[in-house]
């Protein structure tokens, strides 16, 4: 059961005041620019190669975030024509370190006992997220890649891969090509495209649908559809 200071949920970026580098560390090409269309600010990680350039937390290696919520949020968008790569290290509740990695760089999924990497691959915005069979080639972000949320159940990829019980997230390495929203963790599974008027005048909170938060959650116009503008992946 997460602390109380990690419910309803926990917005990682303002909670370790990512932007003072203090309790987190960059290396290479990282900077915060002002979105416009999100209306606020983003950080862009870009390098030659995936590894080059990354942003971290927390800052030293020998610590450990802490993070009990069930699912974590990631909202980014790889940027157009590169690959890149994400890496998050959680502990078992055996205390054994087990990075969760993924990338449109790698061209199939691969497992120990210590390290799981799953190939990603983006989806273009006029074609929608690629389907499954597609995941044995590694291909670049298109140009017309969109923000995507996507929300891994970090417990059930324990057990489902390699038999083990999640205890908590200990670090989050973001590395280029990215441009990142935000992190968040949370034991709420949150519906993006839902607000709260609607849920309530919907009587939707009943059956278990938790809007998104404001402060996490991507603009939608007057008269378009979430779904429309952006890919929702949960895994």
């Known amino acids: 059961?997460?602390?109380?200071?990690?419910?309803?949920?926990?917005?990682?970026?303002?909670?370790?005041?990512?932007?003072?580098?203090?309790?987190?560390?960059?290396?290479?090409?990282?900077?915060?620019?002002t979105d416009t269309r999100l209306k606020g600010t983003v950080y862009r990680i870009r390098g030659s190669n995936p590894a080059s350039s990354y942003l971290q937390?927390?800052?030293a290696g020998t610590q450990s975030l802490g993070l009990t919520g069930r699912y974590l949020y990631l909202l980014f968008?790889?940027?157009?024509?590169?690959?890149f790569l994400v890496h998050l290290d959680v502990t078992t509740e055996e205390n054994q370190v087990v990075r969760i990695s993924f990338s449109s760089l790698f061209k199939e999924f691969k497992s120990t006992?210590?390290?799981?990497?799953?190939?990603?691959?983006?989806?273009a915005a006029d074609e929608g997220?690629?389907?499954?069979?597609?995941?044995?080639?590694?291909r670049a972000a298109p140009a017309s890649v969109r923000w995507t949320c996507l929300v891994l159940d970090?417990?059930?990829?324990?057990?489902?891969?390699?038999?083990?019980?999640?205890s908590h997230l200990r670090g989050v390495k973001l590395c280029s090509n990215l441009l990142v929203r935000n992190l968040?963790?949370?034991d709420l599974l949150f519906e993006p495209g839902v607000t709260f008027s609607k849920a309530r005048l919907s009587d939707l909170s009943c059956r278990g649908v938790v809007p998104m938060p404001r402060e996490l959650a991507f603009p939608v116009p007057q008269g378009e559809k979430w779904h429309d503008l952006y890919d929702y992946i949960r895994y």
Do not use: M
């Not at 968008?77 to 690959?83: F, G, Q, V």
């Not at 006992?113 to 989806?123: E, M, N």
């Not at 997220?129 to 590694?138: F, Q, S, V």
């Open 113 to 123: 006992a210590t390290w799981l990497q799953f190939p990603f691959i983006c989806g």
């Open 154 to 166: 970090l417990p059930s990829i324990l057990a489902l891969y390699l038999n083990r019980r999640y």
């Open 77 to 83: 968008k790889p940027l157009p024509r590169k690959h």
């Open 57 to 59: 937390l927390p800052r």
């Open 129 to 138: 997220p690629a389907r499954g069979e597609e995941l044995c080639t590694t």
């Open 1 to 33: 059961v997460p602390a109380a200071w990690q419910r309803p949920y926990l917005n990682i970026f303002k909670h370790f005041r990512v932007e003072e580098w203090k309790h987190s560390a960059k290396e290479g090409d990282v900077a915060a620019l």
């Open 184 to 186: 968040c963790t949370s």
